[in-house]
């Protein structure tokens, strides 16, 4: 359901388990990361629609879980601040084609792969951390992801026939899939 091509790897957990401050923190800026993103789409396709509906939606659910992570991170004591970024948005941006509308669709579909790849962590930390308020938080935020890929994959089929959509989704999850599997030194929640 959510096209990923591989699940994450003991090196993640491990990187979960000795740097998980970072990875809270680094969850916060994915969250804006992730309304900046819904919020550019709608800057760039303003003429549909149904995306500027859908698009305003998920920026503001991105902003909740924004606020959210911050809130957690305050009363855990865990200070908000700058992090240098995972170069897993980068490399999959650089995937995107230049031209329209193959750009759009390209865009579409790494918006969702983020939204799956984000779910799909967010249940290995639901299940893996031993402490309860945070499997219950994670716990909480996976179905809002799963519904976003879902969301993302269905409005790339605006800008293309189904089949060619899918065709395109095939190969960026495997593109996904090799740049988390060969992973970075930086523990973030996507490294
Ligand atoms: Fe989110
Ligand atoms: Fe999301």
């Known amino acids: 359901m959510l096209h990923l ?13 000795s740097h ?49 992570v911050v809130d957690l991170l305050n009363r855990r004591g865990i200070r908000f601040r700058r992090l240098k970024p995972s170069q897993y ?5 650089d995937l995107v084609r230049r031209q329209e509308p193959q750009r759009a669709v390209d ?5 969702g792969l983020i939204e799956a790849r984000s779910c799909e962590r967010f249940q290995v930390l639901a299940e893996h951390v031993a402490d309860s308020e945070i499997a219950a938080f994670y716990r909480g935020l996976f179905e ?5 890929h879902a969301t993302y994959t269905r409005l790339a089929m605006h800008f293309a026939p189904e089949a060619e959509v899918m065709q395109r989704l ?18 973030r929640m996507h490294s």
């Open 107 to 111: 865009r579409l579909l790494v918006a």
């Open 170 to 187: 095939e190969e960026l999850a495997a593109s996904e899939a090799a740049i988390i599997s060969e992973g970075e030194s930086l523990a």
């Open 89 to 93: 948005g980068r490399k999959l941006n």
């Open 144 to 148: 809002s992801e799963a519904r976003h």
């Open 20 to 68: 998980f401050d970072e990875i809270l923190i680094d969850h916060a800026h994915c969250e804006k990361k992730a309304a900046g993103t819904a919020l550019n789409l709608i800057f760039h396709y303003v003429e549909d629609l149904e995306l500027c509906r859908e698009m305003a939606a998920i920026v503001n659910e991105e902003l909740e879980h924004f606020q959210m």
């Open 5 to 17: 091509k591989s699940p994450s790897n003991d090196r993640w957990l491990r990187q979960v388990a």
